[in-house]
């Protein structure tokens, strides 16, 4: 028996929420969590048996499963789970017990959102993808790319590349190819292990990593690449068959081209068909191609050292591994084609180059593969080393054991002047005969056998991979009219469409029938692939992005750019115009992607770029003095959401528009949930793009709405991109809302003041707010509901809460027109008026009213706005107040000196003489109807709570007040047909003027006048006139 301490252990539960439990189920007093009895006969069932953390005798006891409830019964928190992180969607969207990771509302709001909580099924764990039709890296990747790479290049061109080049250049033209190839491999293996890889191989891998632009253009590239490859491979095949039905003295027409196309035509069918079929057939294909092609190379190695068997071999050039002729082969010996092109090192380079090409078969699969990130860097990179290792076999074999020219005839061979090729056309040798293989093996059908078995096993693989390659770039949507491409069938989601629509492709090249002519546009558009998937590492290496973390370590970034760099140059040495051709047309591409702008989001090294530029600007810029010639009004618009006042925001945007920072800000008197928050910031994000307005959205809680606004005019922005001007709707409702939305809106005045930010107010007819007319928000989010409250027995508790302030818009927000208690309703008219700032201006004037000197603002913005192209017909008409109205000219001349230095045009500038002119007695009386319901007596003031205005604040604040009215009977004379009003701002000075007598202020200016800017700087100057 064991000892009670041994047998024993404690287990304490916590954040218990499940109705399976009961009183009885609690957790004991703190001190003395319960004791289990690990030999209760009862803890004796089933067979998933665990033993107490810390006790090394394994076997004293066990604990069955199905006795206790699991972990996740006992809390909502979810363990780190494969599921959680398969894509973002998948924490919302998941359906397995597993799939899904609870909210951080979930877990600090409990009760907020239950459907969302999981509830457990045994024995359903998280979903696993189907891998019974997967392939691992030998079949999916090592075969395939080798298949690829063994093809027409080896059996038909390598003896013409050893015959042209020698077997020294020979060997360096096998090498850079193979050179580009590894460290392109190199690249690809770094990408395909740092996350998982779906179907779509160089595209998506490409796409995922450089962005939609680079991704798409080169994924077009690639396929029709790919669809180019099939046809030159089937071509390859019938140059072979041409071969063979002439040594037994058949044709099918003519013996030459017309016979490729037939024969190319009917293969093409076939292979079509076999792709069709499906991937299993299509790969149990590829093995027989293997054992075939394999035989057939020990078939040519094994005669190679056996050496000629008859004369007939001899004549033809074969004379067995021979220390002359190796040496003869040894360099190079360029000769003129059959159309009279002189051959070159990358001449001969860009037909031997599709030999390498093979080496992306296996990612082009990727979606079909069970482990991408494993399989490819493995078994590429085995191809490559397996393939190059057979390429200088070869030449060394063929350039040690064949002659250069040989004229065929068995007579010569006793002479030894077969080999002269002075004064007749020589059809045997390097140089002249393509079956050269067929010659030194041992068993001459087996190289034709193999031969074909290179052509179509690399024919079939490029006919599979650019369908697939095809099928993903339509998926994404990157270009217009190809979705119809994307649609796949049965369970492996196959593109019969696209194998159509490469069949048609590979056909029609097929047509030209010359592999020598196919082979350098194979060439140009591979290099270009290759150079974009190395540049993809460097990259990506070069951001050094969290989210790039490669568990295939035997790469380098300055490697990855040498073979990017490597690609494009032999691009230009092959053909200088064909590369350029090459690079733009992925330049055509890549400006659609970017003109269309496609809802994509992959997370590609160029958005890392693009962060850490702006990072590196900001930062930089923080360091760099403001100078009065690189201000720029920075705005903040109290607008509350952006679609219910687009008056606002369009006239806030034609100031910022490409110049300067524009902020909509929203306020809320009560603390919003994050969510909330979260679909607030979608919703106005995507009203802004699609009014296509640049700005930022922010939003702020508080207990107060000016203590919000305030929060937003301290923390909205980032170092020097932060707001300098604050912009507002005039609150139109001053006199008849309540007395806390007044003096919010005066506060948030004041605060804008003492924190030093130029203050403007917009007034037009009608109002700002056309909410009724834009639904501002999705009825999901107005479901929405949740709020705070102060308990009094401890902090601050979440409840539900009815927010028609900050959804429903009942209560606007700082700087936001009320309601009227009749909706606008959508009529022309009511459309027109809400669009008012974002059409054509009539042409007109903008009247500036300058009166006083705020650091030149006032002046500034309405000039902004006639470099406007809606606002282009508009001249400005400047306002100024003469401080001696008997030497007018002067000043009037001084004024206009000053608008002169500062370069801005103006039509007209008028001096205002008489503005301490007392005002009419009507105006007067105007003027006391709007503040007749504020006045009270001195003893009254302050003891309703409400704010009004006293005698003694009228007397001492008489002058300003009449001020005030006499400008406004000024506005009605000069500017009452303006197509605009700008005007200084009155500063309300800090407890010496009143909410509702600054208010009556501002509405005595602005009352029936066209749209009106009331603008005052901070004090500091925005013009100059130094350069």
């Given amino acids: 028996m064991s000892s009670p301490d041994n047998s024993k252990f404690s287990v304490t539960r916590v954040d218990v929420d499940d109705p399976a439990f009961t009183a009885d189920d609690s957790v004991t007093p703190r001190g003395r969590p319960p004791s289990i009895d690990l030999n209760d006969p009862s803890l004796k069932r089933g067979s998933n048996q665990f033993t107490p953390l810390g006790d090394d005798r394994q076997h004293r006891g066990s604990i069955t499963y199905s006795t206790f409830l699991s972990l996740r019964r006992m809390t909502r928190e979810a363990l780190p789970n494969l599921d959680h992180y398969r894509n973002l969607s998948s924490i919302v969207n ?108 160089t595209y998506y891998m490409i796409s995922r990593s450089l962005g939609p632009e680079f991704g798409g253009a080169i994924g077009l590239v690639f396929s029709l690449a790919n669809a180019v490859n099939a046809a030159m491979h089937t071509v390859g095949f019938c140059e072979s068959m041409n071969d063979l039905l002439k040594s037994q003295g058949v044709q099918i027409v003519d013996g030459s081209v017309n016979d490729i196309r037939i024969v190319g035509a009917i293969t093409l069918i076939c292979l079509t068909a076999i792709c069709i079929i499906g991937m299993a057939w299509e790969n149990r294909a590829q093995l027989v191609l293997l054992v075939v092609l394999i035989v057939a190379i020990l078939d040519f190695i094994i005669g ?147 031969c074909f078995a290179a052509t179509l096993s690399s024919a079939l693989a490029s006919l599979v991979s650019a369908p697939r390659i095809f099928q993903a770039l339509c998926k994404d949507k990157l270009y217009p009219g190809i979705e119809f491409f994307g649609k796949g069938y049965g369970s492996s989601d196959q593109p019969y469409r696209g194998y159509v629509l490469t069949f048609i492709i590979s056909l029609i090249f097929l047509l030209i029938g010359r592999l020598d002519s196919i082979a350098p546009i194979i060439t140009n558009f591979f290099l270009a692939s290759y150079a974009l998937i190395n540049l993809s590492t460097f990259h990506a290496s ?159 809680d508080g207990p107060s709405m000016d203590m919000a606004a305030r929060s937003l005019m301290t923390n909205a922005g980032i170092g020097k991109l932060h707001a300098n001007t604050v912009l507002m709707g005039f609150k139109a409702d001053w006199s008849t809302c309540s007395s806390g939305d007044l003096d919010a809106y005066f506060k948030t005045i004041h605060y804008a003041f003492d924190l030093h930010l130029a203050v403007g107010i917009l007034k037009v007819e009608g109002g700002l707010d056309y909410s009724s007319i834009v639904d501002s928000l999705p009825a999901k989010i107005k479901q929405i509901k949740s709020s705070v409250s102060t308990s009094p027995d401890g902090p601050q508790k979440y409840q539900n809460y009815s927010n028609e302030v900050s959804l429903d818009d009942e209560n606007p927000g700082l700087g936001q027109q009320p309601k009227k208690e009749e909706n606008k309703d959508a009529t022309p008219k009511s459309i027109d008026a809400m669009l008012r700032f974002n059409v054509k201006q009539p042409k007109g004037t903008i009247d500036v009213w300058w009166l006083f000197d705020d650091g030149g603002l006032t002046l500034l913005l309405p000039y902004i706005l006639t470099t406007r192209a809606h606002w282009s017909e508009c001249s400005l008409r400047i306002f100024c107040l003469a401080n001696n109205k008997d ?131 901070n004090q500091s100057s925005v013009l100059t006139f130094y350069s």
């Fill in 94 to 201: 998941g359906s397995g017990p597993y799939s899904q990771r609870p909210t951080l509302d979930d877990l600090h709001q409990p009760g907020v959102d239950k459907d969302r909580l999981v509830k457990e099924k045994p024995g359903h764990g998280g979903g696993q993808a189907d891998l019974s039709d997967k392939f691992g890296w030998i079949r999916g990747v090592f075969i395939r790319c080798l298949l690829n790479i063994w093809g027409v290049i080896l059996f038909l061109r390598l003896s013409w590349v050893t015959g042209q080049c020698g077997i020294i250049q020979a060997i360096l033209v096998a090498t850079c190819g193979n050179l580009v190839t590894c460290i392109t491999a190199l690249s690809m293996s770094a990408i395909s292990t740092n996350g998982i890889i779906k179907g779509g191989g």
């Fill in 887 to 1017: 030497d007018l000219a002067s000043e009037q001349l001084r004024m206009t000196e000053l608008l002169c230095k500062f370069r801005i045009d103006f039509s007209d500038v008028i001096m205002i003489p008489d503005i301490q002119k007392k005002p009419k007695e009507e105006s007067q009386n105007e003027f006391n109807n709007l503040i007749n319901k504020f006045k009270v007596d001195e003893e009254q003031n302050g003891a309703t709570g409400i704010e009004c205005i006293t005698e003694a604040e009228l007397i001492a604040l008489r002058e300003k007040t009449n001020r005030h009215i006499r400008l406004r009977e000024l506005l009605l004379q000069h500017s009452r047909k303006a197509t605009m009003v700008v005007m200084t701002l009155p500063i309300p000075v800090v407890g010496t003027v009143s909410a509702p007598l600054y208010m009556a202020w501002l509405e005595t200016l602005t009352k029936d006048m066209p749209p009106f800017l009331l603008i005052r700087g």
């Fill in 304 to 450: 190679a050292f056996i050496g000629p068997m008859s004369d007939e071999e001899i004549a033809k050039g074969f004379v067995g591994l021979n220390g002359t002729v190796f040496m003869d082969n040894l360099y190079s010996d360029y000769r003129k084609d059959d159309v009279g092109l002189q051959q070159s090192f990358f001449v001969v380079f860009s037909v031997f180059f599709p030999a390498c090409t093979g080496i992306m078969a296996g990612a082009n699969i990727s979606g079909d593969l069970k482990d991408p990130s494993s399989a490819i860097p493995k078994g590429t990179l085995l191809a490559i080393a397996v393939s190059y290792s057979s390429y200088l076999v070869f030449i060394l074999l063929s350039g040690a054991g064949v002659v250069r020219d040989a004229t065929g005839d068995v007579s010569q061979v006793a002479n030894w002047t077969f080999t002269n090729c002075t004064d007749i056309e020589c059809d045997y040798g390097l140089q002249n005969n393509n079956q050269v293989m067929e010659l030194m093996s041992v068993f001459g059908p087996l190289i034709y056998a193999g």
């Fill in 542 to 700: 070069l951001q050094k992005g969290p989210g790039w973390r490669p568990t295939f370590r035997y790469y380098n970034k300055w490697l990855s750019l040498a073979g990017a760099l490597l690609c494009t140059s032999i691009m230009f040495l092959i053909q200088w115009w064909t590369a350029l051709l090459t690079f733009i047309i992925i330049l055509l591409l890549y400006v659609v992607v970017q003109y269309r702008k496609p809802e994509v989001n992959w997370g590609s090294s160029t958005q890392a770029q693009t962060y850490k530029l702006a990072l590196n600007s900001v930062t930089s810029l923080s360091h760099i003095e403001e100078h009065v010639k690189t201000y720029r009004p920075q705005i903040l618009v109290l607008s509350g959401m952006p679609s219910s006042r687009p008056p606002l925001l369009h006239f806030a945007n034609a100031i910022t528009k490409k110049m300067s920072l524009l902020i909509a800000g929203q306020c809320f008197p009560v603390q919003q949930s994050y969510r909330v928050k979260q679909q607030l910031v979608h919703e106005a994000t995507t009203w802004l793009d699609n009014n296509k307005i640049k700005a930022f959205y922010a939003c702020a």
